[in-house]
C-alpha cells in the first residue's frame, strides 16, 4: 500500500505458490488498476490489471474439482470514504491468476466480486465464521436519509448481512444473527 499526497492509494502485490512439487516458486506480480475498471463487480482481472487491496483473510473453497480462493480485503480508497472487498481468485489452465468469478449471488444476480464503501472515519467489520461457514459483514446504511447514494455517508448500522458457501456460490444471506 502506498498512499498519495490526494489521499488515494496504490496497492503492489505478488503471488507465490510452486506450479508443481519439486519445481521453483512461481511469483507473479499485481498491478493495481482499480482506477480503470468501470464496473468492478463485474469485471474478471488479470495480474495486469488487478483491483488493488490489502488482503487480510483467505478462504479456500473445492467445488466439482475446481479450487477457488477467497479473499477479503481493505481498499484505503481516498481522503473521504474506505472500501471492504471480496474478490475470487481462481487459476487458468496456465497457473495465471484470474480475479472474479460469477460466484457472489446478491438478490438472484450473480456478481464477480462486491465492493462495499463507506465512511473514512468509521470501521466496517467483513469476516469469515469458520464455525457457521459464513462471511459475515456489518449492514452500511447512510447516516442520514437524505445521504442515500452517497457512500461518503454510509456507516454500520448495528445489523449483520453475510454469504454462506452452498453449491460452489457464496450466497447472500440478510439480517444474520
Not at 63 to 75: P, Q, S
Not at 102 to 115: A, E, S, T
Request: hydrophobic fraction near 40%.
Amino acid at each position: 500500500n502506498i498512499p498519495a499526497a490526494d489521499g488515494t492509494h496504490t496497492y503492489y502485490g505478488f503471488i507465490q505458490f510452486p506450479p508443481k512439487k519439486d519445481n521453483p516458486c512461481h511469483v507473479i506480480r499485481l498491478y493495481d488498476r482499480s482506477q480503470d475498471i468501470d464496473t468492478p463487480e463485474a469485471a474478471v482481472l488479470s495480474a495486469e490489471k488487478w483491483w488493488g487491496a490489502l488482503y487480510y483473510e483467505i478462504i479456500m473453497n473445492k467445488y466439482k474439482g475446481i479450487r477457488m480462493y477467497t479473499l477479503i480485503g481493505l481498499d484505503l480508497n481516498d481522503r473521504y470514504s474506505n472500501k471492504k472487498v471480496i474478490d475470487i481468485l481462481t487459476f487458468d489452465d496456465n497457473n495465471a491468476p484470474v480475479f472474479g468469478q460469477p460466484v457472489l449471488q446478491v438478490d438472484g444476480k450473480m456478481k464477480n466480486r462486491v465492493i462495499f464503501e463507506f465512511a473514512e472515519d468509521v470501521v466496517m467489520t467483513v469476516r469469515y465464521h469458520a464455525d457457521s461457514k459464513m462471511i459475515v459483514f456489518d449492514h452500511l446504511s447512510p447516516i442520514e436519509p437524505a445521504l442515500r447514494n452517497n457512500p461518503r455517508f454510509y456507516a454500520p448500522d448495528s445489523s449483520y448481512d453475510g454469504f454462506r458457501f452452498r453449491k460452489g456460490i457464496w450466497v447472500y444471506v440478510p439480517d444474520v444473527d
